[in-house]
C-alpha cells in the first residue's frame, strides 16, 4: 500500500539572494596580494592577481585594468560573492585585437575548477559590452575569475555578475550594483538582508514545515479502541542550511497534546538516507539514558540511518491536567504539554541538502523499546521486533514495503496538518468520518478527511475532543 499518511503541506520558506555585484574599474581600486592554490578564499572581499602571473596596473589613458605585460596571460579574480541558479557574467572591455576570454570559479576547497568554458571577443576600439560563456551548476560562495589569451591587448573597464551577492574585505575598494557594498555581519558571503541568521556564519538560510499532528494507536498489531490518542505529538520542523546551501542543522520542536492509553510512549524520528556519521551532535532529546542507548552525537546506537531521540517517556514530558487520561476527555482539566526542543547538526563535510530530509516518525514503548509504530508504509528501525509483523490485526508485507497497515488496510499511526482528535474510546472513523475511505483508497480520496469541517458528512464533532 502506498504511503498515504504523508500527506502535509510543507511551506518551504528559503530566502534567496536575488541581487547583482557590479564593478567599474578605476585607478581607485583595490588589489589585495597575489593568490595560489593555497589560497583562493584568502582576503575573500577583493580582487586579485594570480601568483606567476603579470601583475595588474591601471591604464589611465583607457580607463580601466590591464596586465603589466602582454606577452602572458591576462588573470584576475573577483571578489568571492555567494553566486545563486540563473546567473550571468558580464564585461566590459576593449582591446586593439580579437581576444579569448576563459571564465571559470575557484571553490571554498582552494581549488580552482575545470572546463574553462571560452569566449571569442572582437576588437573593440572603446569600451563595448560583452556576456561570457560561464559554466553552469555552480552556486553558493565562489570566486570567478576570468582569463585571457597571451599577447592581447585586453583593458577591463567593468563587470557585472547577476543573481549574486558581496560582501567587502577590509581595506578593499569594491562597489556594488554601483553603490555600497551590502552589510554582511558574519562574513559568510549572504547578506544581512536576505540572511535568516546574519549573525552566524555557519546558517544563512531557514526551511520551515508547518506544524504537523502525528496520531498513534499503541495496541499494535491489535486493533485496541482505534481512537488514535493513546500518544498526539505537535511538532514543528526547521532546516537550516548555510551560504552553500548545505545542510547544516534540522530543529524539531515538539509538544505532547494528548495521551490516552496506558502504556507509557516514547517518540522520535529516523532520518532515512542519512547516516549517523553526519550527525554532529543532537541537542534538546528528553531521554533518561536506560531506554534507547544512545553515541556519543546523540543518535541510537545499531542504526543504519540516523536515528534521533525526542523523548523516552512521555509521562516524564506533560503536566497533569487532572483525571483519568492527559487531554482525551472532554470536561476534564485541560493539562499541559512541555515544549521540547531537539537541535541536530549536521556536518559540513557530508555535503547533504535539505532534499535528503526523509522523515520517518515514530512511537515506541518506554518498557519496550523494541516495540515500534510507524505511519502505514514506513520502515521500521533496525532495533524494531519484526516478529509482530503478521500477527493479530497487522497485514504487513516487509517485501513489497506494505508495513504497519492493518487487514483492512487501516493504519495504527497518522500525521496531519490539522489539530484536533478523537475523544477518548471514540473510534476515531467515526469521528472524522472520510478516515477510512482516505486510508483504503491509498490516500488518493478524501485527502481533506481531517481538515473539511462539514458537520455530518465529514465529522462528528460530539466524538472529537
Known amino acids: 500500500m502506498k504511503k498515504i499518511f504523508n500527506l502535509l503541506i510543507a511551506a518551504c520558506l528559503v530566502s534567496t539572494a536575488q541581487a547583482q555585484f557590479a564593478h567599474t574599474f578605476n585607478s581607485s581600486s583595490s588589489f589585495q596580494p597575489s593568490l ?56 566590459t572591455y576593449s582591446s586593439q585585437v580579437p581576444v579569448v576570454v576563459y571564465f571559470n570559479f575557484g571553490t571554498s576547497s582552494n581549488t580552482f575548477e575545470g572546463g574553462w568554458p571560452s569566449t571569442s571577443l572582437p576588437a573593440a576600439a572603446t569600451p563595448t559590452e560583452a556576456t561570457i ?19 592581447t591587448n585586453l583593458t577591463l573597464h567593468g563587470v557585472e555578475v547577476t543573481n549574486a551577492t558581496y560582501s567587502p574585505g577590509p581595506g578593499c575598494t569594491v562597489t556594488n550594483g554601483g553603490g555600497t557594498a551590502c552589510t554582511d555581519t558574519d562574513a559568510d558571503g549572504v547578506c544581512d538582508n536576505v540572511d535568516d541568521y546574519p549573525n552566524d556564519p555557519n546558517k544563512a538560510y531557514s526551511s520551515m514545515v508547518l506544524p504537523t499532528t502525528f496520531m498513534y494507536e499503541d495496541l499494535f498489531p491489535a486493533y485496541g479502541d482505534f481512537d488514535f490518542n493513546d500518544l498526539v505529538v505537535s511538532a514543528k520542523r526547521e532546516a537550516i542550511t548555510d551560504a552553500d546551501n548545505d545542510l547544516r542543522y534540522l530543529v524539531i520542536e515538539a509538544e505532547v497534546k494528548a495521551a490516552g492509553g496506558s502504556i507509557a510512549q516514547g517518540w522520535g524520528l529516523e532520518l532515512n538516507g542519512i547516516n549517523p556519521s553526519d550527525v554532529v551532535s543532537v541537542n534538546g532529546s528528553d531521554v533518561s539514558g536506560n531506554v534507547m542507548m544512545l553515541g556519543a552525537n546523540g543518535t541510537e546506537n545499531g542504526q543504519t540511518h540516523a536515528v534521533i531521540p525526542v523523548f523516552d517517556n512521555v509521562n516524564k514530558v506533560i503536566t497533569w491536567g487532572g483525571g483519568s487520561f492527559f487531554n482525551t476527555v472532554a470536561g476534564d482539566p485541560v493539562g499541559t504539554g512541555d515544549i521540547i526542543t531537539v537541535t541536530i547538526e549536521f556536518a559540513k563535510s557530508s555535503n547533504l541538502t535539505v532534499g535528503d530530509l526523509d522523515y520517518n516518525f515514530f512511537s515506541f514503548r518506554t518498557g519496550d523499546r523494541s516495540h515500534e509504530i510507524h505511519e502505514m508504509g514506513m520502515a521500521p528501525t533496525n532495533l524494531a521486533n519484526q516478529a509482530l509483523f503478521g500477527t493479530m490485526a497487522d497485514a504487513s508485507n516487509l517485501n513489497n514495503g506494505e508495513t504497519y497497515a492493518s487487514i483492512d488496510g487501516l493504519p495504527w499511526a497518522i500525521s496531519t496538518s490539522g489539530t484536533d482528535y478523537a475523544v477518548e474510546k471514540a473510534d476515531i472513523v467515526e469521528a472524522f468520518l472520510k478516515l477510512a475511505g482516505w486510508a483504503q483508497s491509498g490516500g488518493n480520496s478524501y485527502q481533506d478527511w481531517h481538515t473539511n469541517t462539514t458537520e455530518g458528512t465529514y465529522r462528528n464533532s460530539a466524538k472529537i475532543y
Not at 39 to 62: H, M, S
Not at 133 to 151: A, E, K
Open 36 to 91: 595560489d592554490n593555497s589560497g583562493v578564499f584568502n582576503d575573500p572581499g577583493c580582487f586579485r592577481n594570480y601568483t606567476g602571473y603579470p601583475q595588474l596596473f591601471w591604464d589611465n589613458t583607457a580607463g580601466g585594468v590591464k596586465a603589466m605585460s602582454h606577452s602572458n596571460p591576462f588573470i584576475i579574480f573577483f571578489p568571492v560573492m555567494n553566486i545563486q541558479s540563473g546567473y550571468s557574467v558580464k564585461i
Open 133 to 151: 560563456n560561464v559554466p553552469s551548476g555552480y552556486t553558493g560562495l565562489l570566486r570567478p575569475y576570468i582569463y585571457s589569451s597571451p599577447s
